[in-house]
């Protein structure tokens, strides 16, 4: 399972999902100890090479607060998907991992992961979808929708998705995925909402805007975002709807970790905003800002998250 050499790398950037080992040393007395344990810490990602520093100065953050446990090295995993990732978990070759509710659901579910703690992101415990549409449309509300076509962001999204799909599917709409509108609207039944994947915020408003969609789905930070969402075209649009709102992101481990190790990541993790050392750590890895153990309420939400995404 040791990548090493670079023609191996490129392979794997190219396969998709890939590791990168990295040892921290540990040195006792002049001699370097004997190689240890390895952690590995993942994310779907399709950068990798923009995401690998991040994820390694978390890593080795993590593995040098881990010695008792007898880590010393770390390996950084990159997969491409979220049904990939959960492999990865249900294998054994994944440690630690943070997602959004809609990913870390499908980890739990398909790959067996543990959901640890509550990771802020940016300062923000809980997050949103917004629903919009143009101000001239005769959409005013989440009411009588059979008939128009929805843009939704990607299919592993959980704020520009998986939640406005939910509010949807709960309002009794029956939805069916059409080609992209390229050239205008498609035609959609009108006893159903036609829906198809923009993979990009900018062009998922443009779509809105140029009426190729009726209504888009964005997560709460991106409708404030100028460059996703520009004055220019947020002036002719309106919100219609929110979904619910959820964890940020979640924190989660392999079930093969033992109860030590996890209560050590805990401890770890909880205070890691209070450092320089450690805010440090944290300040590029997905933009986390701190961690909070998961609370009844909460427990409930990521639960019923779970059974949302097997149906």
């Not at 398909?110 to 997050?127: F, H, N, Q, S």
């Not at 460059?227 to 959820?246: C, F, H, N, W, Y």
């Amino acid at each position: 399972m040791k990548y090493f050499s670079s023609l191996i790398f490129m392979l794997s950037l190219l396969a998709g999902s890939f590791f990168v080992s990295t040892a921290v040393p540990v040195f006792a007395g002049s001699n370097i100890a004997a190689p240890g344990r390895t952690l590995y810490i993942g994310r779907v990602s399709n950068s990798p090479r923009k995401d690998y520093i991040p994820m390694k100065l978390m890593g080795n953050f993590l593995v040098s607060r881990l010695k008792q446990h007898g880590y010393t090295q770390l390996e950084v995993v990159f997969a491409k998907n979220n049904a990939e990732m959960a492999e990865l978990f249900k294998k054994g070759e994944l440690d630690i991992a943070s997602e959004t509710i809609y990913g870390a659901s499908i980890f739990m579910n398909d790959g067996g992961a543990v959901p640890l703690l509550i990771e802020k992101r940016d300062g923000m415990l809980t997050y949103f979808g917004i629903l919009f549409a143009r101000k001239d449309s005769s959409i005013k509300n989440l009411e009588g929708l059979e008939g128009a076509y929805i843009a939704f962001e990607d299919a592993g999204s959980t704020s520009g998705y998986f939640l406005p799909r939910n509010l949807f599917l709960s309002k009794g709409y029956k939805l069916e995925e059409m080609e992209a509108p390229l050239r205008g609207k498609p035609n959609v039944p009108n006893d159903l909402l036609g829906y198809g994947f923009a993979e990009d915020e900018l062009k998922l408003v443009t779509w809105v805007f140029n009426g190729y969609a009726d209504i888009g789905c964005l997560g709460m930070k991106d409708w404030n975002n100028e460059k996703r969402v520009p004055s220019k075209m947020k002036k002719d649009l309106a919100i219609i709807g929110r979904t619910e709102e959820v964890p940020r992101s979640i924190l989660l481990v392999g079930r093969h970790l033992s109860t030590e190790v996890r209560a050590s990541l805990v401890e770890i993790l909880l205070t890691v905003d209070q450092t320089e050392q450690g805010r440090k750590a944290v300040s590029g890895y997905r933009g986390a800002t701190g961690y909070i153990r998961i609370d009844k309420s909460t427990d409930e939400i990521i639960n019923r998250m779970r059974y949302l995404s097997g149906n």
